[in-house]
C-alpha cells in the first residue's frame, strides 16, 4: 500500500436538516429529523438496526424521497421538487455497504466514467483526477484490474476512490465496512481518517464505536426514527447521558457482558 | 442370489447396451439402403440448384434473419421498458402485446402481413419488409420478456451508484445496467436468433421472387424440379446448420469471456 496522500484539501459544504420525515407504507421510519452538518465537520451516526440511521443518509442525497421535511446540502434544496437532482448528486459523494462498483468496468474505468459523462471532461483529465484518487487510497497500481479481483477492502477503497474523483464537496458513507473481513476494515477506516483531515464534510453511519471516537466532530444517536442524543463524540459515546444510548453503547462496546 | 451394488449397475449397463446394439441391427435390417439413399441422399442430382442456394438462398436467410432481429430486438427493449414503467397503461399495453403476439403462431402474422394489411390498407410492401415486420413482431414479444429478466436481475445497488454519482436514469440504463444486463441475456438472446432463423424458412408462404427465396423456398423447389427425392430439404437443413451452430460457439465464446467479470 503507497502512502495516501494528506496534502490534499477540498472545499467542503454542509447539510442543514430540518423536520425530516420518512413512511414506509405505514411504518414511519422518520419521526422529524433535525440534524446540522457544518462544511468540514465529521458527524457519525449511530444506533441499532432499523433506526433510520440509513434512510437518513438515503434520503440526504434523494435515494429516498422524503415525506416530509427540508433538507439542503451543498448549496441546494434537495427537498425542492423543481430541483436538478443529477446537479446536486454530482457534490454529493455516497460510499454504500455493499460497494456497488461497476463489474464490467476496470476500476480506473469505474473512476472515470461518471467524469466522463456526467462532468464532460476529457479522457486524460478524468484518468488524472482518477489516478490522483486511486493514488491516495492507496491503490495507484490497481487500475487496470477488475473488481472481482479485488478484496473487499480494496473494493471499498476504490468506491471511495470513485466519489472522490467527481470532487464532491460531501461524503456519505453507508456503513462502510459492515461488510468487510475483519482484517480489511483498518485499512478502509484509515482512508476515512485521512479524508476527514483533509477537511472533507463527512456524514458517516457506523458500528465502529472507536473511529467515531476519534474521527467525529460529533456523534448522532438515533433510535427509532428519532435523534436521541447528540453531541462531541467522546461525551456521547464516553459518557451518554440518555437510558437508550447508555443501553445501546453497552452492547456494542461489551458484546459479552449483556443481561438477557 | 443377492448381487452387490456394483454388481446390479454392471449388470444394468450390460443390458442397456445390448438393447442399444439390437435396437440399431434391426432399423438397419428393416430399412430400404437403396430407397433410402434416393431419399435423402442423392446429392449428384443437385447441380442445378447451385450456387443460387448459397448466392440467393443462404445470403436471404441471414438477411431476413438480421432485420427481423434488429427490429425485434428494438421492438422489445420498448417494450421491456413500457413493461417495467411506472405508468400503468405503458405495463399494460406492453403485456397485452407480449401475451398476443406470443401467443399466436408466427405464420399467422406473416399472413396477415402478407395479404391482410395489403388489403385493409393498400400496403405494397416488398416481401422482405413484410417478412422483417412480422417475425420482428413474433421476435419483439420473447425479445421484451428477455430483456426486462436481464435489466432486472442487474442488482438495484448499480443503479444507485450510478444515480449518486449524478447519472440521470437514461444514463444510468445506458452505461451502466445495460451493458451488464447485455451478459446476462447473451444465452437466451443466442437461443433467440436461432429460432428466428429457422423461422425465416416461413417467408415462402408469401411468394417472392427468385431474388428473394430463402433456403427453404429452394429446398421446395428441389424436390419438384429435380428427381432426387427430399435430398434437397436436407442439403437446406444443413445449410441452417452452417448459421446455427457457429452462432452458438461465438455466443459460447463471448460468455466465458464476461464470466471473467461477473460479480
Known amino acids: 500500500m503507497t502512502t495516501p496522500n494528506n496534502e490534499l484539501r477540498v472545499k467542503a459544504s454542509g447539510v442543514d436538516i430540518a423536520g425530516l420525515r420518512k413512511s414506509y407504507g405505514s411504518n414511519e421510519v422518520l419521526k422529524g429529523i433535525d440534524l446540522t452538518v457544518k462544511p468540514g465537520e465529521v458527524v457519525c451516526l449511530i444506533g441499532p438496526s432499523g433506526s433510520g440511521k440509513s434512510t437518513l443518509l438515503r434520503c440526504v442525497n434523494l435515494l429516498e424521497k422524503p415525506n416530509g421535511g427540508t433538507i439542503h446540502v451543498a448549496g441546494f434544496e434537495t427537498t425542492d421538487p423543481e430541483v436538478n437532482l443529477d446537479k446536486m448528486r454530482q457534490n454529493v459523494g455516497m460510499v454504500f455497504q455493499q460497494f456497488n462498483l461497476f463489474p464490467h468496468l476496470t476500476v480506473l474505468e469505474n473512476c472515470t466514467v461518471a467524469q466522463l459523462k456526467v462532468l464532460k471532461r476529457s479522457k486524460p483529465d478524468a484518468e488524472k483526477t482518477a489516478r490522483e484518487n486511486l493514488e491516495r487510497v492507496g491503490l495507484g497500481d490497481f487500475g487496470g484490474r477488475y473488481p472481482d479481483q479485488l478484496s473487499g477492502g480494496q473494493q471499498q477503497r476504490v468506491a471511495i476512490a470513485r466519489a472522490l474523483s467527481m470532487e464532491p464537496t460531501l461524503m456519505l458513507f453507508d456503513e462502510p465496512t459492515s461488510a468487510l473481513d475483519p482484517e480489511t476494515v483498518g485499512e478502509v477506516l484509515s482512508i476515512m481518517k485521512n479524508l476527514a483531515k483533509s477537511g472533507m464534510t463527512m456524514l458517516v453511519v457506523t458500528h465502529e464505536m472507536s473511529f467515531a471516537k476519534e474521527v467525529a466532530d460529533r456523534v448522532v444517536f438515533m433510535d427509532g426514527g428519532v435523534v436521541v442524543e447528540e453531541g462531541k463524540a467522546a461525551e456521547v459515546i464516553g459518557n451518554p447521558q440518555q437510558p437508550r444510548t447508555q443501553d445501546f453503547l453497552r452492547r456494542v462496546l461489551d458484546p459479552t457482558h449483556v443481561d438477557i | ?263
Not at chain 2, 108 to 126: D, R
Open chain 2, 1 to 263: 442370489m443377492a448381487m452387490t451394488t456394483s454388481q446390479r449397475a454392471r449388470m444394468s449397463k450390460t443390458i442397456q447396451i445390448g438393447i442399444f446394439v439390437i435396437a440399431i441391427v434391426a432399423v438397419i435390417a428393416a430399412v430400404d439402403w437403396d430407397k433410402t439413399a434416393y431419399a435423402f441422399f442423392s446429392f449428384d442430382q443437385l447441380g442445378p440448384m447451385f450456387p443460387d442456394m448459397i448466392l440467393i438462398g443462404l445470403k436471404n436467410t441471414i438477411f431476413y434473419t438480421i432485420i427481423s432481429f434488429a427490429f425485434g430486438l428494438v421492438l422489445g427493449l420498448i417494450l421491456a421498458l413500457m413493461k417495467m414503467a411506472s405508468f400503468a397503461p405503458y405495463r399494460w399495453f406492453a403485456t397485452a402485446f407480449i401475451e398476443f403476439f406470443r401467443g399466436i403462431p408466427a405464420i399467422l402474422v406473416l399472413l396477415a402481413f402478407g395479404f391482410g394489411l395489403p388489403q385493409a390498407f393498400g400496403t405494397n410492401w416488398p416481401q422482405p419488409v413484410n417478412v422483417m415486420f412480422a417475425l420482428g413482431l413474433v421476435s419483439s414479444a420473447y425479445i421484451a420478456e428477455t430483456l426486462r429478466a436481464g435489466l432486472q436481475a442487474v442488482p438495484k445497488g448499480q443503479t444507485e451508484a450510478a444515480r449518486s454519482l449524478g447519472m440521470p436514469a437514461w444514463r444510468a440504463m445506458v452505461t451502466i445496467v445495460i451493458p451488464q444486463a447485455f451478459k446476462i441475456v447473451l444465452p437466451p438472446m443466442t437461443n433467440e436468433i436461432i429460432l428466428l432463423t429457422k423461422d425465416t424458412s416461413l417467408a415462402f408462404i408469401l411468394g417472392a421472387s427468385l431474388a428473394q427465396y430463402e433456403m427453404t423456398k429452394f429446398g421446395r423447389d428441389g424436390i419438384s424440379s429435380l428427381d432426387a427425392g427430399i435430398t434437397p430439404l436436407v442439403v437446406a437443413g444443413l445449410f441452417y446448420l452452417v448459421i446455427t451452430i457457429p452462432l452458438s460457439l461465438v455466443a459460447r465464446k463471448l460468455e466465458s469471456r464476461s464470466t471473467r467479470t461477473k460479480r
